[in-house]
T-cell receptor, first 111, second 118 residues
Framework: GIQVEQSPPDLILQEGANSTLRCNFS?????LQWFHQNPWGQLINLFY???GTKQNGRLSATTVATERYSLLYISSSQTTDSGVYFC?????????????FGEGTQLTVNP | DTEVTQTPKHLVMGMTNKKSLKCEQH?????MYWYKQKAKKPPELMFV???????INESVPSRFSPECPNSSLLNLHLHALQPEDSALYLC?????????????????FGPGTRLTVL
């Protein structure tokens, strides 16, 4: 099956700092999702980004499908950004029923 | 409204109990999912329902029994669970299945049910 690797596994920032999270995947994909899991367990959709660049406030994401990676940028981080960030992809040539998640990046933002 | 709701939020049950988890969405989605998530691990797919029919069962033990009464509701019936089944159970939905949806099939997750089996 498709392999998904995220880096770094852990990241500690001071409030106000910027960061880049990376997601590598082993095969071509039709879509890719970034999620933020808050401390209560809720998975929040950040981006649905099979290719290109999207921005939402302080967050942006870029997926380069031909090179099989996606980047999530967090600017001016806040303590509420803490949590686990997952990327997830479906198997190639499918519509996305079976999402494979990376192991996640645990982000801690200190005041 | 991109909301998936789940009840209960927390559940504690003994190994001989029977309980059910419930999930509801009103986005008109035709695919619904159950995931299991252990601490410090990513979610793992358990079941997929497509157009109210079970389309994927990821070799889940029979003590977990899914049910899709209609296109908005998804249940997970629990019976004779083991302590190692304690986890966060997440429900999700997406527009549907099919290659034509490849560009639009974003999954949305509910808040989860935190299950403890004693």
């Amino acid at each position: 099956g498709i392999q998904v690797e995220q880096s770094p596994p852990d990241l500690i920032l001071q409030e106000g700092a910027n960061s880049t999270l990376r997601c590598n995947f082993s095969d071509s994909v039709n879509n890719l999702q970034w999620f933020h899991q808050n401390p209560w367990g809720q998975l929040i959709n950040l981006f649905y980004i099979p290719s290109g660049t999207k921005q939402n406030g302080r967050l942006s994401a870029t997926t380069v499908a031909t090179e099989r990676y996606s980047l999530l940028y967090i600017s001016s981080s806040q303590t509420t950004d803490s949590g686990v960030y997952f990327c997830a992809v479906p198997p190639p040539e499918t519509s996305g029923s079976r999402l494979t998640f990376g192991e996640g990046t645990q982000l801690t933002v200190n005041p | 409204d991109t909301e998936v709701t789940q009840t209960p939020k927390h559940l504690v049950m003994g190994m001989t109990n029977k309980k059910s988890l419930k999930c509801e969405q009103h986005m008109g989605h035709r695919a619904m999912y159950w995931y299991k998530q252990k601490a410090k691990k990513p979610p793992e797919l358990m079941f997929v329902y497509s157009y109210e029919k079970l389309s994927i069962n990821e070799s889940v033990p029979s003590r977990f029994s899914p049910e899709c009464p209609n296109s908005s509701l998804l249940n997970l019936h629990l019976h004779a669970l083991q302590p190692e089944d304690s986890a966060l159970y997440l429900c999700a939905s997406s527009p549907g299945e099919g290659a034509w949806l490849a560009a639009y099939n974003e999954q949305f997750f509910g808040p989860g049910t935190r299950l403890t089996v004693l």
